[in-house]
């Protein structure tokens, strides 16, 4: 494997590529026009334009990608998570473009990209599933019947959902039919697949997930898992590896039903097995993320292993080097996304420019991030400007590094989710590890985080520095960027 393309962008796709580089392969990135100036455009060794901002004219066309591959004589994909990472039909024409795919086969990902038929494959093993029921639900009478006998409240799931989308709640028998259309038409429009199915709503859930890695030669292995409760609208913000709720018997049989869920779908590549734990700690498959997941450096921490060169590896056709035995948990290990959001205003996606940027450093500290200074979030894709990890020998070192991390890393332009990161770390209930996926409702209060906030004066000082220093530098900075960029850049259109 000489050169490999990374069809994303942002954080992920640098990230990604900043692997494949120590592995001494080339890399090629694509970037639609929204993006010329972006960081992992300038990264990459070649990169080719796809087409306009939307993500339906660039980075989901797989016709474009694929020639650009061609053209550029690239040996594999890497497609990073969103975007075409868990199209089935992706990965399958790339496998007929005789490129490699840097994930499972492309059957693989459609067994496990529809959470019903996930839930079929798995039948052959013994895996605990949320009761629900087994096929799409389409009509509502049968749906209230239904709901009735799982016991309310229930959950309405789009089958072929993701990224926390497709999902409606309902407390009482009234409200089904109204719930359930909602959920038919969100799921066709979004994922263009209007199958629905109930679950029972595990009212008090804490959502953890194991990583697995397994090799074409049939080993399989499971990395331990993440702790993912933290979160807003279904979706996590907050991750911490381990667990601070699993004994060492519980993280054995939910790593062994991970391995199992993944052999039911003859999985390869690194995957993720998310499941839902009660309160007395019984757990249930949810689902399978065939791909790379958000959240993997906190696993890549506290096991030492580089997920990306573990996919590159096992997309070359070797062999793990390493058994179940081998592999141990060292340390702890927190991350916070940071989101373009504003946590005082219910997390409302916030626009702008991020007119101061700077990173936290020291330590412990690990930034993944595809943002610079002056920089504009594009509106068109996902909002996430970076992840903001720690590390520490123990928990409290890593919790109290990320509050450090919080507060050192200076974002003036927008709101953002760090300041929610400090006040999660600094809760009781946080630190106590006694919390489950309703913490923003149960324990989140904006006004307290209010007093937790830098001084306005001192933002507004770093502010007029920071227009004083880019006024200065402006002319030979953008002159230099992009002549150095047309140099070695090939643009297609
Ligand atoms: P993770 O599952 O890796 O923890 P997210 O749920 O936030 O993280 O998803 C990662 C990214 O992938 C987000 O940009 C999300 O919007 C996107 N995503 C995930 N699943 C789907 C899907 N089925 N359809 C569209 N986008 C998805
Ligand atoms: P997605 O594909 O959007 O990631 P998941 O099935 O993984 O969908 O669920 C996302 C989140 O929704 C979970 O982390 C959890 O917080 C919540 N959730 C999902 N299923 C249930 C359930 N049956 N009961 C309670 N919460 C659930
Ligand atoms: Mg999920």
Excluded at 45 to 62: C, F, K, Q
Excluded at 179 to 188: D, F, R
Excluded at 271 to 283: A, H, M, P, R, S
Aim: a negative charge; hydrophobic letters at 40%; aromatic letters at 8%.
């Amino acid at each position: 494997m000489k050169k490999i393309l990374v069809a994303n962008r942002g954080e992920i796709a640098l990230r990604v590529m900043k692997s494949v580089k120590e592995m001494g392969i080339k890399t090629a990135a694509v970037y639609s026009e929204a993006d010329r100036d972006a960081p992992h455009v300038k990264y990459a060794d070649e990169a080719v334009l796809l087409g306009a901002a939307p993500s339906s004219e660039s980075y989901l066309r797989a016709d474009k990608i694929i020639d650009a591959c061609k053209e550029l004589e690239v040996d594999a994909i890497h497609p990073g998570y969103g975007f075409l990472s868990e199209s089935a039909d992706f990965a399958h024409e790339v496998e007929q473009a005789g490129l490699i795919f840097i994930g499972p086969s492309s059957q693989s990902i459609r067994v496990m990209g529809d959470k019903l038929s996930a839930k079929e494959a798995v039948k052959k093993y013994d895996i605990p599933l949320v009761p629900g029921t087994e096929g799409a639900v389409e009509d509502v009478d049968e749906a209230i019947r239904i709901s009735k006998e799982i016991g309310f409240p229930v959950l309405i799931k789009a089958s072929a959902g993701g990224g926390g989308k497709g999902m409606r709640v309902v407390e009482k028998e009234e409200e089904v039919e109204e719930q359930m259309k909602m959920a038919i038409h969100e799921a066709q429009s979004s994922f263009g697949d209007g199958s629905v199915f109930i679950e029972k709503y595990v009212t008090s859930p804490r959502h953890i997930e194991v990583q697995i890695l397994a090799d074409k030669h049939g080993n399989i292995v499971h990395l331990f898992e993440r702790e993912c409760s933290v979160q807003r609208r279904h979706q996590k913000v907050i991750e911490e590896a381990p667990s601070v709720i699993l004994t060492p018997e519980i993280r054995e049989q939910m790593g062994k039903t991970a391995v199992d869920v993944a052999r039911s779908c003859n999985y390869i590549g690194a995957g993720t097995v998310e499941f839902i734990l009660d309160e007395n700690k019984n757990f249930y498959f949810l689902e399978m993320n065939t791909r790379l997941q958000v959240e993997h450096p906190v696993t890549e921490l506290i096991t030492g292993f580089d997920l990306v060169k573990e996919q590159v590896k096992i997309a070359r056709g070797e062999k793990l080097s390493f058994a179940q035995e081998d592999l141990e948990i060292r340390g702890h290990s927190i991350e916070v996304r940071v989101y373009a959001e504003n946590p005082f205003e219910n997390f409302l996606p916030d626009i702008g420019k991020l007119q101061v940027y700077e990173r936290p450093h020291g330590p412990g500290v690990r930034v993944d991030d595809g943002m610079e200074a002056g920089m504009d979030i594009p509106i068109y894709y996902d909002p996430m400007i970076s992840k903001l990890i720690t590390y520490g020998k123990n928990r409290e070192e890593a919790r109290i590094r990320m509050i450090r991390a919080c507060e050192d890393y200076r974002i003036v332009g927008l709101q953002t989710t760090l300041p929610f990161g400090k006040y999660v770390m600094e809760h009781p209930r946080f630190i106590e590890g006694d919390f489950d996926t309703h913490f923003v409702k149960k324990h989140f209060e904006p006004e307290a985080m209010k007093q937790e906030m830098p001084h306005e004066k001192e933002v507004a000082a770093l502010l007029v520095a920071h227009l004083l220093e880019s006024e200065k530098g402006k002319s030979a900075v953008e002159t230099g960027t992009s002549s150095q960029v047309s140099a070695w850049k090939r643009n297609r259109v």
